[in-house]
């Protein structure tokens, strides 16, 4: 025996199908124009800020990036998981806490660090050989 489930229910798209004998030759849901949109002023900024020109061949493949980047998207967001749960989704992702590959610390150098000697103070060795001296002479 078959159970039949309710999900038929949410897996109905929001589609415009439009009037009668005008319909667009493709099924794209309401939240893929949205997304093709924003995905489109940035694909457009991007070229711009790049150095490419506004003509004929920048725009087709700006459109052509868009409806693949778009279609990318779509399949991640559906009836279970939204738009906005999908941003979030990603935001916590590249925010998110990562274990630290760097290795701190490393060689220790003092070739770059400036000792400054005080003149009023005898260095130790020079003490000890003034020490020496003078415990000579009064050998002597």
Do not use: N
């Not at 439009?18 to 991007?46: D, Q």
């Not at 399949?75 to 989704?89: C, F």
Request: glycine letters at 8%; hydrophobic letters at 45%; charged letters at 25%.
């Amino acid at each position: 025996m078959l159970v039949r489930t309710d999900d038929e229910v949410y897996r109905v798209d929001s589609v415009w199908l439009g009037p009668p004998r005008a319909t667009f030759p493709w099924r794209a849901r309401y939240v893929s124009y949205g997304v093709g949109l924003v995905v489109m002023i940035l694909v457009m900024f991007v070229q711009r800020r790049v150095g490419i020109g506004l003509d004929f061949f920048s725009v087709a493949w700006a459109l052509v990036i868009t409806v693949v980047v778009t279609r990318f998207l779509g399949k991640k967001i559906d009836y279970e998981r939204p738009l906005g749960q999908v941003v979030e989704m990603f935001r916590h992702e590249v925010r998110g806490p990562r274990a630290r590959t760097a290795v701190a610390g490393g060689a220790i150098r003092a070739g770059h660090v400036r000792i400054s000697r005080s003149r009023t103070r005898p260095r130790p060795v020079q003490a000890r050989r003034r020490r020496r001296k003078e415990w000579a002479r009064a050998a002597a």
